[in-house]
């Protein structure tokens, strides 16, 4: 059954997420060409708009990072197509050369650069707000403040971007993404752009930033700044009349600047509060650039202002920039000079509320005595836990494998070596590994020397983890530094691996470092929703294509010494490791394991469609001794039942993938039907 996104029905409501609002307002603007690469908060837009490209005729597709999705978006509107872009916050950072540097020859067709920031970092190695980076390229950036906002802005952003001849960058956030609103469906636009090539359109040399151009008495990448600057300047003037930046008119002399979901929760506090007096509020629907105009107008009916934005204080800022000429005598309350907001975290609505009412002098509601009560006595019930790899993940076993090879290794060189490896982590389902679920208290060290740390279970074995394809590089920097007091590991994953790791491959084979290189292919883009990867076989839209390998293109990368390994198999995988460590060690060249074994959820899936029957291991309470060696393996399967002093295995959840029964040293694990 098609997704409801694809209905041609104007005027009709519907729940949707905010991903799926965006994928909605692309499908009403006559989107072309959709692109993306998967990352959480925004994976869910280019799903949805996957799932319906062939029925509604256009092109998606998961690209190998956000880089090369960008790039394709950008050369779908260089020739007239609409195009967008999918990608979270961190993707940002991926496209900036192009995002900066595209801007100075424009487009033809509407290009939307759709992101989802992750404040509070649920999903992400950072909170970064990509909003400044936007102003920093000089183009519009929009925000919406709900579901409805988000499709209609998305659809708006086409027109946006085709009336400027620049990109349009859509920033939602992970309230707006992941949470579900009203939205009501507009028409889809029928006609499709044209798609057509002329290489000086309106512009000579228009597509090559160092082409020839004139204009303002400069030419090449000068002029074309001033081309920049000239259509920046007609989005500043055009900002006050757009739809979605508006002011409502209040009866005090208080006034509230609100963008994007701080608008909402802005709305949401009034309400509880009810104060007698109304503040003015100004409605920012573009962080940048705000109405100039419009603040003006704002500005003479207020006497002090508190300003409430998601992020960094980009509209703060740029409304101390004008109100310094227009009304310098009135303070502002915000993230910076009077705090009243936190400039990290989340807003949420319990911030947004506790800040108007200080702002309007009003008390905050009493929270309920019962309220506290239960909250208390539930809280006592709570574990506090991290996420964990799935029962039956094939990472675990390479996990278990790489620390025995490590300590074998340490071991067999240690009248050359300290012992103290580094294992360089990098983004996916295995970065979990340095998530320290088990560890204990930990306290600050502050050696000048190597020191080495007890690793007893998976989620302490990382130790580093930063970005996309930074462990392979993270590596070769530690060993041209010199360091040789241990063996020095990276890691990836296979999605991981094409998005970023082969150049840095390439380098470290080029420049001959000895490091180890462990790729954990489990053929999907797991972490975020098991979109496929090149070693998938599969398009976004499931159609069959070339299946990649890792081996493969990693030797043809320079990497001689390569082993494939099952990572189920514990022994195999233990005795590949080592022997790839110790070959970089002795032979000073890089070597590549790739632990290979399809994400145990897939295939779990894929037995249940098939109506195929799962096995289940279970312990015999007779025969263990209480060691806890299984519960070293990390499974979230496995528990220790401290009152018997013996282990059990969650029936629910074993998938019968039997690496536990491999390291179980009294044989207490047993196989069932």
Known sequence: MPHIVALNEPGKRVILTGNEAIARGAIEAAVQVAVGY????????????????????????????????????????????????????????WIMDMFATLPYTGVRGGLVLAVADDPDAFYSSTEQDTRPLGKAVGVLVLEPCDQQEAKDMTKKAFDYSEMFELPVMLRSVTRISHCSGDVTFGEIRKERNK??????????????????????????PAGRHGWLLDQLSKIKKYVNEIEFNRIEKGDSKLGIIASGIGYSYVKDALLKLDPKEKPWILKIGTPHPIPEKMLKDFLKNVEKVLIVEEGDPLVEEQVYFYMKDYAPEIPIYGKTKNRMLKPYGELGIAQVVEAVAKFLGLQLPCKSEERIRIKEEVSKLIAPRSSALCPGCPHLGTYWALRHALLKVTAKYKDRMKGVWIINGDIGCYEQGGYGIFAKAIKPSFSTESVRYEITNPYEILDTNYIMGGGIGLAQGEYHAGYRDGPIIAVAGDSTFFHACMPALLNATFNKAAITFIVMDNSWTAMTGH????????????????RFNVEEVAKALGVEK????????????????TKAIEESLENKVTTLVVAKRECALQVLRRLRREKKPIPKYTVDEAKCVGCRRCTQLGCPAIGFNKEKGKAWIDQILCVGCGMCTQICPVKAILRRE
């Open 531 to 546: 979109q496929p990867s090149p070693a998938s076989g599969y398009t976004a839209t499931f159609e069959p294509t070339k």
């Open 195 to 220: 798609v057509a090539f002329d290489k000086h359109w309106k512009l000579p040399f228009r597509w090559n930033v160092y082409g020839p151009t004139e204009y303002g008495g400069k030419v090449g």
């Open 562 to 577: 390569v082993w494939v390994v099952d990572p189920y198999n514990l022994k195999e995988i233990e005795e590949v490791v």
């Open 38 to 93: 998967p990352g959480t908060p925004s994976s869910e837009i280019m799903e949805t708009l996957a799932e319906v490209a062939k029925e509604l005729g256009f092109h998606a597709e998961w690209a190998v990072n956000e880089k090369v999705a960008f790039d394709v978006a950008a050369g779908a509107a260089i020739v007239g197509a609409r195009a967008i872009a999918t990608m979270k916050n961190a993707g940002v950072g």
